[in-house]
């Protein structure tokens, strides 16, 4: 079957017409409804096994990566769903230019086209993954080709370079954010502020994380701009000041975790190389979800889509926070002022401490799965299921909000955030999760 693909490739593939206004959907024509949304969760689980084993793909750039991929899922099939549109003129700088159109005189596969786009879209975003990652793209590709049982090979061929000519008009868009090789430059020449209260590295030689990141594109303008209002508390050292207590619960939640309390900050840590980090455990939420609806391959796009949309826009937002205010971790405060030998549960990551990224992105991704399905949804997070190197044991919840609110206070059971920096990351990505929800992709 990989002959076949790469006759066609070969030989200049087949013409698609170039982009033109929506054209109406007839209704003979196949809908991304009538398919399944396995080929989805498949790539969306591939996407995540890939993050993990490339080096480089740090939250930020990992969160990048889930978005592009997700909103060239969602433009492979939406010209298969009667009601939606495409994300072009809705997103920053998304004209579509470049997104061909399908005859609607002429059948498509859409599992097919999907299949197509994400193996082209992850091929080019993970150049440097290891070999039998890329290998494990090659094989899935192969796999749901052989497995879809499209017996017309005109259909077949036709699908899969809709697929692909999607991928690659999603991936030049992509490109203008300029982040196209982020995963090389996660520690740019940055200026430390030399001011007290300021952020210091917590390890000999640390260097801060993508300190820039706070201004790379964001899909939503107003994502991004609702950073500069989350202020934290005003630094001191005063034992009375709010400062000093919030540092001073850091402490003694440290001293006296629970077994639950431990539990839960080593489930929500996500470190990169061991997991898909949290932005990818997001998206294993959205899939769990998806699973359990046994949603179809278009709703399974658009979910998709608006949750790697809003991971994105919550680490765009949440980066301007953390190196506009530059505020100094608790580990360093605590060993400064209240306990010289103290240590955190988790290791302190090399950025700084306002707002929390996990309570931003999380509440983010689950203001956006609550749009679609309610908030009151019991839920079995199972994303660990296949690690080794912690005690696993799923987490159940009633709600996405339970959910996001677990997410957050973790980091403050591992000794990483202080309480504003959860309880306003939370806010502040709720706000985004509801931004990104209100982008209309139904047709008027």
Known sequence: MRIIILLFIGLGMISIQSCKEDLATPFDLNDASDYPADVAIQWVELHRDLVKSTPGYTPPVAARSYAYAALTLYESVVQGMRHKVSYKNLIQGFDGSELPSIDVSLQYNWELSANAAMAFILRKQFKTAPAEKLLAIDQLEETIIDQSNEEDSATLKRSIVLGQQVAEAVYNFSKTDGQDQAYTTNFPDYTIPDVPGKWEPTAPGQKPLQPYWGNVRSFLAEDADN??????????????????????????????LSAEQTTIAKFWSDDPGLTGTPPGHSMSIASIVLQNENADLGYAAEVFSKVGLAVHDAFVSCWKCKYT????????YIRKFIDPNYNTLLATPPFPEHTSGHSVQTAAAMAVLESFFGNYYDITDVTHAKRTDITFSPRQFSSFQDLANEAAISRLYGGIHY??????????????????SLINLNKK
């Open 227 to 256: 950073a500069l209002f989350i202020q934290n508390t005003a630094y001191s050292t005063d034992p009375k000041s709010l400062f000093y207590l919030e540092a001073n619960e850091v402490y003694l939640t440290s001293l006296q």
């Open 419 to 436: 309480r504003p920096a959860i309880e306003l990351g939370i806010k502040q990505g709720r706000q985004i999760g509801r931004n990104i």
């Open 325 to 332: 205010f530059n505020l100094l971790r608790p580990v360093t």
